[in-house]
């Protein structure tokens, strides 16, 4: 059965520490230990995969100890990967600070990741989805040629600029249908292409403002992650902000952007294309990822997600 969403992108060990508060400069704080599989690509496919879709997940990886686990844990979750072996580097890692109210600090070292090569999924892999959902924290020339591969094969082509990246090149949304941004890498690409105030709310941009800023990046869809605040949808014709859950409590927010996209790239083919529906289908997933410790481990399932919406949240 062939894949409906592929994924492209990070695979990152997690390596995770909880403490009650984040240590200052120079200090030392005493916390507990935990790891698992992360990085934004890898999330991203397993948040879609376990709210429903048929996923691919492709991605770079070394020849370590923490490739043998990605395998393990998607042949446990009866998902399809292609993890590519990389010599000489180090799967990707991320050093991850949780505070006792599940904010978080992280570093990432990319590792194999930088050297995603176009070359490494096949054209017709690309072609055969009906979504490729993207990301910025594999190599940013391999992202590019996927998808452009995928838009011009008319596959729905979704791009989570994160995390925003010094050698952004902002000539990667010519093959981008829908682009998925938090307020801050808004702001980053708004400043990078000169488009107006970088540090106007989203919010507080009229429809026509935010449809005309749409048009000049050449997008389909301009979805915009707000936190706590939702998310804000703008296409043709379309300018509507999409609440969260209510009454959740949050215990580790780590993953909770990447949550939010899968979730989306599941819903848009849930509602056929309809981009408030998925909006919110991902806010969901998004909501209750925030409820467990971990990134990917935390992801919902789609029971869970269809029980609190069936709830009216």
Known sequence: MEQEILIIGSYVQDLT?????????????????????????????????????????????GPDTFATAAREFYESEGFSCQLIEKPGHTSGTAAILVD??????IIVALGANGVLAPEDVAEETVTAAKIL?????????????????????????????????????????????????????????????????????????TGDELDALRQKLGLGTLLITLGGRGSL?????VFETVSILEGITAVDTTGAGDAFVGGFAAGLLRFN??????????????????????????????EEVEAVLLKGH
């Open 17 to 61: 520490w909880n403490t009650p508060n984040f240590p200052a400069a120079g200090e030392t704080v005493i916390g507990t230990f935990q790891t698992g599989p992360g990085g934004k690509g890898s999330n991203q496919a397993i948040a879609a995969g376990r709210a429903g879709a048929r996923i691919l997940y492709a991605g770079a990886v």
């Open 133 to 205: 959902v993207c990301q910025l924290e594999a190599n940013l020339e391999a992202t590019s040629h996927f998808l452009k591969i995928a838009h011009d094969a008319g596959v729905t082509t979704i791009l989570n600029p994160a995390p925003m990246r010094p050698d952004f090149d902002p000539a990667i949304l010519e093959h981008v249908d829908i682009l998925a941004p938090n307020e801050t890498e808004f702001a980053s690409i708004i400043e990078a292409l000169e488009l107006g105030d970088s540090s106007k709310d989203p919010l507080e941009y």
């Open 273 to 302: 294309g309809d981009t408030v529906k998925a909006a919110q289908f991902g806010n969901a997933v998004a909501g209750l990822s925030v409820t467990k410790p971990g990134t990917a481990p935390s992801m919902p399932r789609l």
């Open 100 to 105: 006792e109210e599940g904010q978080n600090q």
């Open 233 to 237: 949808v703008c296409e043709d014709g």
